[in-house]
């Protein structure tokens, strides 16, 4: 038995390993894209036996393998996800996804490259961006440690690319049909010519979908035209890029805001003039929301039942992780209280609380206790870990903040009045 008939039986035996690691980052990658209002298709495919001898029997035929590990280094798309873009430009978000969700063992592959530069061929050929990732741990349940050193690599292209990739790959590369002719070549050219001018159609249908947004009295209809009309402002308005933390859950600021009926871009823009410079510190849909709830405390019950809604996968149960929801409850109903207090003084010193940025600059002006500010803010960092699912704590943490937030309430309530102006 030669190398390849040792690597074929191996990989054979190993087949649902593959499979079902590239159903694990496909399933985390979509949910992320689709969150984030990223129209695509996303698939999975653990590579085809049969597709696998033949591509073994050319690569051998180039550069004759030394051994079964040498097959194994070679192949790196074994288990494969794809990514087809609906709208070709939204491919920066889809890089940044890939980056916040797994780890890269190798440097992202951008084509075309030099090497793929053809003679005889008017058009640039395949367009795409080839990641190869593993899993991380955060993503991946107990029962799947097993796929953390899973390598998976990610194509991504837009919806046309992908299927003249099919037909060419088939075609040229595989060469089922036997040696293609000069027409054949030059048909493939052509279509591939087509492919690039209909991307060209689908940015310019993008770029009408969001003029039509922008009209006066256009409501969002859903959350992707919400997610497009947040890339637009944040490149032309706001002082940098949508950063590596990505827009977050738009999909969750969406329902908030319709609501509120405020689902317009009329009345989003009033929350996006006050995050200047702090994009790429947290997903700018989770600033959004942020402002939307500091400026009116009883939105949280709103925004808790669209989070139960949108992850009705968890359910609270008896014992402990009961006890660990009503302490989360109950510190989440003193920040609201606070929150409250607040807005009461900004009120009275004439400071707007629509961004949640100006505590420390705010408790400055009514002459707080030094350091009151800061601490604020440390507890609205936990806070937000809790409102957008990021981290848990325990019972006794939630005691320990409560019980802070009580006491800064009774010292703002103190000594908040008699200092405002």
Known sequence: MNHIEQFIDRYTKEYDFYSRAARLVAQALESDLRSSGIRCIVSHRAKDVERLKDKCAQRDAQNEYESVEHIFEDIVDLAGVRVALYFPKEQEQVDKAITRLFDQWDTKRVFPGAEETAPNRRFSGYSAVHYRVQPRERFIGEADKRYLKARVEIQVASV?????????????????????????????????????????????????????????????????????????????????????????????????????????????ENYLESLHGAVEERPLAEQVVDALLAEDSSRYAIYDDIRSTSHSGHVEVSGPERDTGSAMMQFLRNWVALETVLNELAQRAGVSRRSTAPVIHLLKLLDMPPGIGEEIDLLRSMRNDVVHLRRDFSVAAFGDATKRIQQIIALLNDEGPSSAP
């Open 160 to 268: 046309l690319m992908h299927a003249w990739s099919e037909v060419q790959h088939d075609l040229a590369y595989k060469q089922m049909a036997g040696d293609l002719s000069g027409e054949e070549h030059a048909i493939l050219d052509q279509l591939n010519g087509l492919v690039i001018a209909g991307e060209i159609s689908l940015k310019l249908l993008q770029d009408a979908g969001e003029a039509r947004v922008e009209r006066n009295g256009a409501k969002f209809l859903n959350h992707y035209e919400l997610a497009a009309h947040l890339l637009r402002r944040a490149r032309e308005s706001l002082a940098e890029p949508i950063g590596d933390s990505g827009l977050g859950k738009v999909d969750d600021l969406f329902s908030l805001l319709k609501r509120l009926n405020k689902a317009t871009p009329e009345e989003l």
